[in-house]
């Protein structure tokens, strides 16, 4: 008889999201998701089907990166990232410090004047989040709000191609500002549900130095089912979402 038991959480504090990126056509006929870029987390790209690009913009300039099946790309905190969807591309996106992100990690690369503004960047940026059979009126809002990124994105663009950073680095400095009042709540989040993670491991090979295995005794198997059942609109695409759980 297998006993199936409860894990407390997904191994590393991370968060996993299957990812259908949008097939909506943009102004520069491409189609895709919302640029952005996170403040405090790491995401990786797991190409499960399809293909498409990721353009970022770091201090090292612009880039482009081509994505196809079983392709795994990456990128750190500060990288404004835009992915593009050329055919079907369906994702498993994994998250660095699950709860941070969903906290409003992430910062839209909206015009500078409302990037600077953080009333008219919450009302910009929002979003009521649903399933995909909901009304066609949440499906355009998610693509007016992708549209308002792609405008600010382009000029930041421009300007990195053209080796001038200052625009970038106002909107890292405006992103900063307007996530800035949420870091002491990412603090206790972190000391509670990610740092944890580390601390643990950190006993148990202290634990496995000196011949010892009680960690063994709560060795298990877990199943966790989709927190979301029902697809819903993303900042990129169409999400599912797996609850990543908390520590012991």
Known sequence: MTVT???AAFPGAV???RL????????DGVCGGSPHL????TEAYLVLGGTGRVETITASGYESHELASNDLLWFSPGTIHRIINTGGLDILAIMQNAGLPEAGDAVL??????VADPERYARTAALDGGPVPASDSLGDSALTRRDAA????????????????AAVERFHRDAVRLIQHRVPGWQEL???????EAARTEQWLADLAEGGFSHFKDAGV???APATPEWIFGMCGLLQKWDSGGPA
Not at 20 to 27: H, K, S, T
Not at 109 to 114: G, L, M, N, R, V
Not at 190 to 196: D, H, K, Q, S, V
């Open 5 to 7: 038991r409860q894990a």
């Open 15 to 17: 968060a996993l999201t």
């Open 20 to 27: 259908g990126v949008y097939d909506w056509e943009a102004a």
């Open 38 to 41: 996170h403040t405090a987390s």
């Open 109 to 114: 690369t909206f015009e500078a004047d409302i």
């Open 150 to 165: 792609l405008a600010g994105y382009h000029r930041l663009k421009e300007a990195a191609q053209a080796g001038d950073f």
């Open 190 to 196: 972190w000391r509670e549900r990610i740092a944890p």
């Open 222 to 224: 877990s199943r966790t």
